[in-house]
């Protein structure tokens, strides 16, 4: 596998152990362990990730070609390269996922492992490829979870705290869909409950050909401003079969922006919000969360998890994401599954 050459230099120094740990788990959950003696190298000087795999299906192939950093697969025949296919699920052109620039943008490679990882945690390769999953990011930001999720045909429902986050991804996913010339179908609305406004949703119905849009196969991309310790209000229970998000990072820093809203502490916060994000998963679903761990121990989000009766995942794979971001930002991931 030839490695993306990443935009963001501090994450490519990284990407092909991030890339090697993803395959590992990519194979443990969704291909039956099939990928063997994954390891690093480089050829001619550029970074690739071997692997052994004597029964890898156009199937397989399929899967592994949405790995966040697979920029070419070659099998590997007497010391030559020869092509393999690459036939990415993505259902629409990718300016969807990199258009908006903005301070506290989580980066577009990291946010489709952290997807990739929490889906193949949780389902099998036909599962992941046929579209339809629901996928939560409570603290959605402007969207890169939403729009990586649109990607893979599933549906992307967000939270959001900060309104200007709010506004300016709703008016942009409106002004995509209308520069592609696809057809959909937007609404703004107040969600209520018991009465009282819990806050501003804007929601788009929308499907990648005029095919399935008239047979009402459409897909989902809804985001709610509000805070998200408030989702159980928002949403029904159990309807998520994915939980993902890139939580804040608690550092005051020119790059990342931190909302005036974040009252607590980051540990604190997660304490509140996770055992709300874990009633909203589906038996069977998973949570993954990246996180800063110079804020908040690995242990104590494991126990968070655990406490709200979900299963973390310890295999080998899952415990060497951590990755540097910048010098308060060590960033990590944790997924947990709901038990069925
Ligand atoms: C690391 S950023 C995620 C960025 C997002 N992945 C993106 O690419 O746009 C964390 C986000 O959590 C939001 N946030 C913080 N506290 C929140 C809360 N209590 N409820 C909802 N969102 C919150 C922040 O406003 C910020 O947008």
């Known amino acids: 596998m030839l490695i993306s050459p990443s935009a963001n230099r501090v994450y490519a120094r990284t990407a092909a152990r991030m890339t090697a740990n993803e395959t590992a788990v990519f194979s443990a959950g969704a291909l039956d362990g099939r990928i063997e003696d994954l390891r690093e190298a480089e050829l001619g000087g550029v970074p690739y990730l071997l692997f052994r795999s004597d029964t890898l299906t156009p199937r397989d192939l399929r899967l592994l ?11 590997v025949r007497e010391g030559m390269l020869e092509p393999l296919p690459v036939d990415r699920l993505d259902r629409y052109d990718d300016d969807l996922v990199s258009i908006l620039k903005y301070a506290g943008k989580t980066n577009e490679q990291f946010t489709k492992l952290l997807l990739n990882v929490t889906a193949a945690s949780a389902f099998g390769a036909d599962r992941l490829l046929a579209g339809g999953l629901k996928v939560l990011d409570p603290m959605c930001g402007r969207g890169t979870t939403l729009n990586q999720a649109a990607m893979y045909g599933f549906d992307g429902y967000g939270v959001e705290v900060d309104k200007r986050d ?26 209520k409950r018991e009465g009282r406004g819990v806050g501003q949703r ?21 985001i709610v401003n509000a805070d998200t310790v408030r989702s159980g209000e ?102 947990a599954r709901k038990p069925r």
């Open 65 to 75: 070609a949405n790995l966040s950093s697979l920029y070419a697969l070659f099998k």
């Open 166 to 191: 709010f506004e300016t991804y709703g008016a942009f996913i409106q002004r995509w869909l209308k520069d592609k010339r696809l057809k959909h179908k937007a609404l703004t609305t107040r969600v």
């Open 202 to 222: 804007t929601r788009v119905e929308f499907a990648a050909d005029r095919e399935r849009y008239r047979a009402g196969d459409l897909q989902v991309l809804e």
């Open 234 to 335: 928002v949403f029904k229970k159990q309807s998520f079969d994915l939980v993902v998000t890139d939580a804040p990072y608690g550092v005051k820093h020119a790059a990342v922006k931190e909302t005036r809203a974040l009252t607590r502490s980051p540990t604190e916060l997660l304490e509140t919000a996770v055992p709300v994000w874990a009633g909203l998963l589906r038996p069977g679903g998973a949570m993954g969360l990246s996180w800063n761990t110079v804020t908040t121990g690995r242990d104590d989000l494991a126990a968070i998890l655990a406490g709200a009766g979900l299963e973390v995942q310890e295999a080998e794979p899952y415990r060497h994401f951590e990755h540097r971001v910048d010098q308060a930002i060590t960033r990590d991931l944790i997924v």
